[in-house]
């Protein structure tokens, strides 16, 4: 009797620490929720020094991307590219930036201001091979982007959501970015 009762209260305790540790492990893995989620492919992927990416994250001008580069817990700062200009005249630069309309100002912005990577969002119709989203970080001091991923999908039968679409390709950026060093 007290031998089953052992048995049973091991395979009790051993059931609810593996439940603990695939908690800790999927809230540790995937800070986006994903349902149903489509197939991430890496385009690109460059090594780079922590230190330097996490100083700040510049996001497309619209305040959930805000709350999205907030999120990757990664940055020490995140703003939008139209806070960076406002910044950037607020202190005086701009005779050192004059413009951060093309590669040569963000180089100057990165130099004069402090380091940063911009986060790009972009979608692509490739009529009969489908759709594309994609997530790209640029480096300014590299001219070049240093991670890339997408996700293919039909959208008149597959349709978009951010579970399904967004949050892989983020999931996947943090699993770049955890990687640094």
Known sequence: MMRRFLVVFSVAICLICNKITAQTASSNSERFPTTGHKEVTILKKTNVNADTLKTLLIVPNNTSWIEIGKKLNYFKEVM??????????????????????????????YKNYK???????????????????????YDPMRSDMIFRNEVRLNLMWEGYSDKKVLNPLLNSLVDYLSEQK
Do not use: M
């Open 80 to 109: 939008t590219l139209s806070e960076l200009q406002k910044d950037i005249i607020a202190k005086g630069l701009s005779d050192k930036i004059p413009s951060i309309s093309d590669k040569i100002g963000l180089y100057n912005a």
């Open 115 to 137: 380091p940063f990577v911009i986060l790009i969002n972009s979608n692509e119709d490739l009529k009969a091979q489908g759709f594309r989203t994609r997530l790209s970080l």
